[in-house]
């Protein structure tokens, strides 16, 4: 009687040893695996220790512990605007033009100037280049006040400001895509640099008001915007309304491949630079579940 091949095929196989069967393998000083014979080290466990070894040679990815920028940075413009607008409304003699220089110098730089660097630090272009630009403007207008005769004007400071206002509008478009309270910080920000700008150029006394009372109302955003975004980062959830947009699917998946590109090495660095530890595990699911379909 005539075996079946496949009979045939299991009494091969049944007649094979686990020994015999066992296939050891030894890694080449390339990293890849060829074959060979040393003793009591079976494929598996040479496997494993490939593997083990090329894991350790990835590259791993360390994320710095930053905290929002955008609380220090919309304080110190606050204290800018409420300084300059206190002068051009007259609050202030025209005498004190010095000391506001020198508090512009000495105080609002050097702040928005560490928040436009922990912007950068924290990938958060919007932050980063909106403080920049702050930074650059109240810098040089402190270094004209502190130069000029009280109550003079300026051209070149009027050309400057006219420039920073429109370059504001740039961070104000991209803070709008996610939460509308620091976009409309930067826009009244555009706002009072374009008249206050107005009036350095034509020394007209209606577009001083006007440019000192858009600087009070910069000031009572800024301060609500700074509180609101304080008390985000230290709770984790929103306490005051910032009117955040929602992005939608497709804006969440691109905001998990920007943002969590760390997970693809190791999910334990999802999320992004200062963000709180409850945004960090949110962000982890994503990456998990992102690194699953993939």
Known sequence: MARSPRSSWADEEASVSDDEFRREVLPSPGGRLHDGVPPGVPAEEAARADLQRRLEAVTR???????SPLPLGFLALAAATLLTSALQLGWLAPDQQRPVALALLAF???LQLLASVLGFLSR????????????????????????SPP????DGLGLLLVVAGMAMLVPAAGAALGKLVPAAVLLTTSLRFLTSGIYQLTADR??????????????????????????????????LPTLRRSLGSAGESIRASVYGRSCL???AGCGRLGDSSRKR???RRKCNSSRRSR
């Open 61 to 67: 990815v360390v994320l710095r512990p930053l905290a």
């Open 151 to 154: 109550g003079s004007t300026s």
């Open 108 to 110: 609002v730089f050097p």
């Open 281 to 283: 595990a949110t962000w």
């Open 124 to 147: 958060d272009s919007v932050a980063g280049t909106g403080m920049g630009i702050l930074a650059g403007t109240w810098l040089t207008t402190g270094l004209v006040q502190l130069t």
């Open 206 to 239: 209606g577009w001083k008001l006007a440019a000192g009372w858009v600087g009070v109302l910069l000031f009572a955003v800024a301060v609500y915007a700074a509180l609101a975004a304080e008390l985000e980062d230290v709770r984790g959830k929103p306490a």
């Open 265 to 267: 090495r190791s999910p």
